[in-house]
């Protein structure tokens, strides 16, 4: 949670006041002299610095940002005065170079470390960026220790982001190659799912709904299916009912998808893989869960895949129209589906309409 510190984190920075009295020849700066190197450094860093940029003192106080620093964070996220991992809202990850305390207080690493910080808000996109941090020293005496610190954030969320998409995309191609009789369902669940989320947006009871989780719905929602990937294509492609036999591995496309999807950095992504079967009375699969122990992605991605299923011509059944499609849905509020995000179905009805129409199979 944004406001622990980590009790790691949190003893290590005592740690640092010990390490300060045992290395008492270093003279401690005087607060002017603080002030006037900082002072020093936000022009310099205001001048020459694009890169978001922030100073803290010795004990990881942030005491200024830049402006690239405020553009990325945005005015609500007021740093100045905050510790840095309370600032940040993961965990800050040490990177192959080490731990961050451990680095900044140590010689042998330049009092310097590198590593990956996250940054989560309700309305804005998560900030994942590598971190920088450089060591301030009051004067060019070597063995002295820094007074503060220089911390320079590098924002590589879209670079990541973009990366993930493309792996993924791919791997859905692989799989459309195979389910075959599915054209536009995986882009339309997608706006479904990602248009529903948004109506939940700053409603009490979906806390989990913020601007990562409507991005992050309305790209994964694609993926439910994934696992049938690794379903025999005379299953998949069976006309006629399954056996009984055939039915069970049919259902483990569920399980494949969650091993699949449980790489991919966001859980969410693994929850609607293996839960987007799950039923409201508990008796879907694979696991039965029912009501909120299923979770929020799949029991959305849920309603949406079965809309749009219906909606469909397949070659078992004939396409049923929106208000055919939305009685089914309705007369399974409560059994098949989450009720109340029935009735968020039922709002949106004029939305599943037209995404439909729109992304129309030719
Ligand atoms: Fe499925
Ligand atoms: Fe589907």
């Known amino acids: 949670m944004s406001d622990n510190i980590n009790m790691d984190q949190a003893e290590e920075l005592q740690e640092l006041d010990r390490l300060e009295e045992i290395t008492a020849d270093a003279e401690p700066p005087t607060p002017a002299l603080l002030s006037y190197r900082y002072v020093t450094m936000q022009q310099k860093s205001n001048a020459r610095s694009p890169s978001p940029t922030m100073l803290l003192d010795k004990k990881l106080n942030i005491q200024w940002v830049n402006e690239s620093f405020k553009a990325l964070y945005g005015s609500q996220a007021a740093a100045v005065g905050r510790q840095l991992s309370n600032f940040f809202t993961q965990e800050i990850k040490d990177s192959r170079h080490g731990n961050l305390i451990q680095g900044i207080t140590s010689p042998k690493s330049g009092f310097s470390w590198l590593?990956?910080?996250?940054?989560?808000?309700?309305?804005?996109?998560?900030?994942?960026?590598?971190?920088?941090?450089?060591?301030?020293?009051?004067?060019?005496?070597?063995?002295?220790?820094?007074?503060?610190y220089m911390g320079i954030l590098d924002n590589i969320s879209a670079e990541l982001r973009q990366m993930l998409r493309t792996t993924y995309e791919s791997l859905l191609g692989a799989a459309r190659l195979k389910d075959n009789d599915t054209g536009n369902h995986i882009e339309r669940v997608n706006r479904y799912a990602r248009k529903m989320a948004q109506s939940l947006l700053g409603i009490d009871e979906y806390p989990e709904v913020d601007r990562e989780f409507i991005e992050t719905i309305g790209f994964l929602a694609a993926m439910h299916d994934i696992g049938k990937i690794g379903t025999p294509d005379d299953i998949l492609n069976k006309e006629g009912p399954l056996e009984a036999w055939e039915w069970e591995i049919m259902q483990e496309h569920t399980?494949?998808?969650?091993?699949i999807m449980s790489s991919y950095p966001n859980p969410m992504a693994k929850e609607i893989a293996l839960r987007h079967h799950e039923r409201w009375d508990g008796s879907g699969y694979p696991h039965d869960l029912s009501e909120n122990l299923i979770p929020l992605s799949a029991r959305l991605v849920a309603i949406g895949d079965v809309y749009d299923a219906l909606r469909m011509k397949r070659s078992y059944k004939q396409p049923f129209n929106h208000q055919e499609a939305q009685k089914i849905i309705?007369?399974?509020?409560?059994?098949?589906?989450?009720?109340?995000?029935?009735?968020?179905?039922?709002?949106?009805?004029?939305?599943?309409y037209r995404i439909y129409e729109e992304l129309k199979d030719p």
Not at 131 to 141: Q, T
Not at 255 to 259: K, P
Not at 332 to 351: K, Q, R, T
């Open 255 to 259: 399980l494949n998808g969650a091993f």
């Open 330 to 352: 309705i007369k399974d509020s409560g059994s098949h589906f989450d009720p109340s995000l029935v009735e968020y179905f039922i709002e949106l009805e004029n939305d599943f």
């Open 115 to 148: 590593g990956r910080v996250e940054k989560k808000s309700r309305d804005r996109l998560s900030v994942i960026a590598n971190l920088l941090i450089l060591p301030i020293f009051d004067s060019p005496e070597t063995g002295t220790l820094p007074v503060g």
